[in-house]
């Protein structure tokens, strides 16, 4: 217990004083109930952030590019649309979340996790074990620490399909997070990898031949008006 106590301590109060500057790869391995894997290769450079999903994504999109100061998200089409959408995230994952437009997605669970007394160490990174319920699943999930802003980017991996139910507030980050069902007993399952690497700014530049459409500007003047909840559906398709 003792030496739980002192990695606990360690993983989490190294984070206070944490870089916050990430430069590398995060890969996200999502296994659904299905038992269909979806992967998404996430390059990271500062605030800027390129998303593509490599296997069973969203075949509308070829790629996405977030800016976490700004928050801006761009939706970067197949090629043979040549659209780029660009929303404000938070407001999109707000409104998502408001008006129930995806089933499951919610950006607080509420799974109330504990920590359970376990740890490890997985590719160099020490993690400590929480477990958390709500009325209809269970949830296992591997903490540690790490300058990749996972965290900040599940609830957007959430609503691509890329990840599972399981969030949390923690300052650092979640490397893995199992979910299981109460009621049918199926389980999914998330693996994160991170690699420290030099990623080229190129990554992060937009196509200047694509049509961009402001979707951020949109949602906000548009914000009373009934017909949205369509629009934003028929146009994101997530």
């Known amino acids: 217990m003792k030496s739980f106590s002192s990695l606990f301590l360690l993983l989490f109060s190294a984070s206070l004083f944490a870089q916050t500057s990430f430069e590398g790869t995060v890969n996200v391995f999502y296994t659904n109930e299905k038992s269909e894997t979806v992967t998404c290769e996430i390059k990271i450079k500062g605030n800027d952030v390129y998303l593509k999903q490599s296997e069973n994504g969203n ?4 790629r996405f590019v ?20 660009k929303y404000n995230l938070d407001s999109l994952l707000s409104y998502y979340d408001r008006n129930n437009l995806k089933e ?14 376990k740890v490890k160490t997985d590719g160099g990174i020490a993690m400590a074990k929480y477990t958390g319920e709500t009325d209809l699943r269970k949830s296992t ?27 949390s507030s923690f300052k650092n980050q979640i490397f893995e997070a199992e979910v299981s069902s109460k009621v049918s007993k199926k ?6 990898t991170v690699t420290n690497e030099p990623v080229a700014k190129e990554m ?35």
């Open 187 to 192: 389980e999914s399952k998330v693996k994160v």
């Open 204 to 238: 992060f530049v937009l196509p200047k031949t694509y049509l961009l459409k402001d979707f951020s500007k949109l949602m906000n003047e548009e914000r009373d008006n009934k017909s949205l909840k369509t629009i934003i559906q028929t146009f994101a398709e997530f």
């Open 104 to 117: 499951g997605f919610m950006l607080n669970p509420n799974f109330n996790f504990k920590a359970a007394d």
């Open 141 to 167: 999930i591997w903490v540690g620490e790490s300058t990749a802003p996972i965290n900040s980017l599940i609830p957007f991996l959430q609503l691509l399909g890329n990840w599972n139910e399981a969030n």
């Open 59 to 62: 075949k509308k999109y070829d």
């Open 66 to 85: 977030i800016n976490l100061q700004s928050r801006g998200l761009f939706t970067i089409s197949a090629h043979d649309k040549k659209v780029i959408i």
